[in-house]
């Protein structure tokens, strides 16, 4: 049998383009079905352990009770500010005061699932979305998509 391998391949044609992007959407989905949410979830907590490390020395840095949970988020709560708004969610490490709960939980979870897919980019892509929003939380896709009951946004 003789296989030959081709490496950097380019791909020029958009159709193609446009289906390479969609099998391998389908491969992560089917990837995701296979091995199971835990596996997700330590992928998404090993992805964002450089930025989760400094976040985790800032919250404690502003007096923040740090507690690794079972979907490996890390919550600091209690802070004395260094926090945005209601909290902050950097990679896997929720930052926050005293506004706890599992809805917002899972809604800060859905923030860490974002840092994982949009890595470092993501500050920029978040603050982006709020200058194209003019601030307003209720149209922000990221905010959206992590789940705008959840994070106690109410309607308006």
Avoid: I
Avoid at 30 to 39: E, L, N
């Amino acid at each position: 049998m003789n296989l030959h391998l081709q490496h950097n391949v380019r791909v020029d044609d958009p159709a193609k383009r446009r289906g390479v992007a969609l099998a391998l959407v389908a491969a992560a989905a089917t990837a995701a079905v296979t091995v199971g949410p835990a596996a997700l979830t330590l992928s998404r907590a090993v992805a964002n352990v450089p930025v989760s490390a400094a976040a985790v020395a800032w919250g404690r840095a502003h007096h923040g009770d740090c507690d690794l949970h079972r979907d490996l988020t890390v919550t600091c709560a209690s802070m004395h500010g260094g926090y945005a708004n209601a909290g902050t969610t950097v990679g896997n490490v929720w930052l926050y005061g005293d506004l706890g709960g599992s809805d917002r939980h899972r809604h800060e979870s859905r923030h860490s699932d974002q840092w994982s897919m949009f890595g470092p980019a993501f500050p920029a892509l978040y603050g982006a979305e709020c200058a194209r929003t003019d601030g307003d939380f209720h149209r922000n896709v990221f905010e959206r998509w992590a789940g705008l009951h959840d994070g106690g946004y109410t309607e308006h």
